[in-house]
């Protein structure tokens, strides 16, 4: 259900080492062209080891299928916190946002790439920035609650996988632009957001308005924005919260200006100094040790 699980071996089950209760989470690749799309399939249920996370931005899109007691979230600080029963989707967050469990939680979902969530989705996926919706606004009502029923009726996860990549399958759809955003996204991914924004509409002979119009209406977010989020994202996973860390070496090899603009966009990103949210990494890592959720959401309890 969360950013970090992507980076689960696809295929694995996994569990939370030394947590009294088992959190199991199975994943795998989609075959194509879904996994064009996205990244993975999942299946998660179990206990989690806090009742609210903080979310930093991700250059990456969510959707969730629930099967079990409602959860809650807060998009951004400016929207109220809602509760979803049938699921949710949220297209790539450009601010941190609060994931709040039930004591128990059973879903399916997917991991998806920034460009991926436009071929499924009835409006742009700028009216969906920093505001998740249901499934039900994207999908429908009679439509998810078939889905859900057959889900809840499968015969265990992977079973409950396919149905959900079938049912992917059913709503692809042609979408005009995805080619040029999926490639100049592409550029962007293989610097880590090193890239001038200039060029990247120069290389895709266009102009720089029409490329941000695309990225806005398929991704939700301006290239630039999305280079910012892959460089933080690059800069996160670096750092090693076990060990000591020298914060102006990992600025410097970020590519950030000086050491404020870096702790200038790690509080913009997650509200957070840097220092303080290594001392959130430790903690998680300190209380729930080897468990499948940590490495990107932070516990908010």
């Known amino acids: 259900m969360l950013a970090a699980a992507r980076h689960v071996r696809p295929g694995a089950h996994a569990a939370g080492v030394g947590d009294t209760v088992r959190v199991e989470y199975v994943s795998r690749v989609p075959r194509p062209p879904l996994d064009g799309l996205i990244d993975d399939l999942y299946y998660l249920e179990g206990a989690p080891p806090y009742a609210r996370f903080t979310l930093p931005p991700a250059p990456s899109a969510l959707l969730i299928v629930n099967l079990g007691a409602p959860f809650r979230i807060r998009g951004c600080a400016d929207i109220e916190t809602a509760e979803y029963a049938d699921g949710c989707v949220v297209a790539m967050p450009t601010r941190a946002w609060e994931f709040g469990y039930p004591f128990r939680t059973r879903s399916v979902g997917v991991h998806v790439k920034p460009w991926g969530l436009a071929p499924f989705l009835p409006m742009p996926a700028a009216e969906l920035c920093d505001r998740p919706v249901t499934i039900e606004q994207v999908w429908g009502r009679p439509a998810v609650a078939e889905l859900r029923e057959r889900l809840a009726m499968a015969d265990g996860p992977h079973e409950m996988l396919t149905l959900l990549e079938e049912e992917l399958m059913r709503r692809l759809c042609e979408t005009a632009g995805l080619g040029l955003v999926r490639h100049t996204t592409s550029v962007i991914t293989a610097t880590s957001g090193a890239v001038a924004i200039g060029d990247l509409s120069v290389a895709a002979g266009v102009s720089s308005t029409h490329l941000a119009q695309r990225f806005k209406k398929l ?83």
């Open 219 to 301: 991704i939700g977010v301006t290239p630039k924005r999305l280079a910012r989020t892959h460089r933080f994202t690059a800069t996160v996973f670096a750092i090693d919260p076990a060990g000591p860390i020298d914060w102006g070496d990992l600025a410097h090899g970020a590519g950030y200006f000086d050491q404020a603009h870096f702790d200038h966009e790690f509080r913009a990103f997650t509200g957070l100094t840097p220092t303080r949210y290594v001392e959130v990494r430790r903690r998680f890592l300190r209380e729930h040790p080897g468990h499948v959720l940590e490495g990107w959401p932070l516990p908010a309890d």
